[in-house]
């Protein structure tokens, strides 16, 4: 019989030695953070799991928590609501690893006594896609531009469907002034690319951008774009929602500024 991946918790006693999202560098600029954001959501109900090959290396991902607290722009109060789901490559793909991760997360729903799991995916890149979801009883509870899902596996047939905030171009508009980093913990590959993106507009367009810390889920739930923890804003205007590498940063600016 083919060994099968094994799934372990993160929690306490292990969050400072695990790998944490795919992350084995120690000095990874995010990893720390992470790492300090994964202890200060466990008290809200955080479960964070690392998929653990049979070779012992990890191949997958997997944090959720009551939708209640959850750090994207959504209403999900009564569902588990999963931030991350990923396989580490695409030898982890195919195999039915995804869908025990999120197995994993409906038995905890179900443990809670909690209205079934949501899920934001997008077409684009930095969030799953909605299709190993949708193979596994997931249904479209609701959309928002430009290519975000918002998917649903009900526990509960009456339940009232999670929804996404809405009103993101009135609160891109509030940033109209100058350039605008919004930026969180939550996602530890947040910190290199808003870095570098903050120094590229400094050195190279001589702007000082405004770096704003998305500290809490409320913060996170009253985000501009569904995504939530990055952002990047020019004069009231939509750059980026989700993370951008400089050289992507550049060519937007170079059309911007044109």
Known sequence: MTARPVLIDIGADNIDSAPCCGINDPAHPGLLAKRCWLKAQ?????????????????????EYLPGEFAWRAVNAAG???????????RQCQGKGWGSAMIEACLDD???AGMNGVAVMTRDGPWLASRSLFEANGFKV?????????????????GAAD???????????????????IIRS??????????????????QEYHIKPKMIEIESWSDAQDAPTPYAVFAVIY???LLADHQISRTRFRNIMNRVLR
């Open 185 to 202: 913990d939550q996602c530890p590959y947040v910190a290199k690319f808003a870095a570098e993106i903050a120094l590229t507009a400094e």
């Open 109 to 111: 729903a179900r443990a």
């Open 42 to 62: 466990c008290s809200l109900g955080l479960r964070a799991k690392q998929l653990v090959g049979p070779d012992g290396k990890p191949c997958g991902y997997i």
């Open 235 to 237: 004069k009231g205007r």
């Open 79 to 89: 569902y588990m609501f999963i931030h991350c789901l990923w396989n580490h490559s």
């Open 141 to 157: 509870a609701d959309t928002a531009a430009p290519d975000y899902q918002l998917l649903v596996r009900k526990l509960n047939a």
């Open 162 to 180: 999670p929804a996404f905030k809405g009103g993101y171009e009135q609160k891109v508009a509030r940033f109209r002034r100058g350039l605008t």
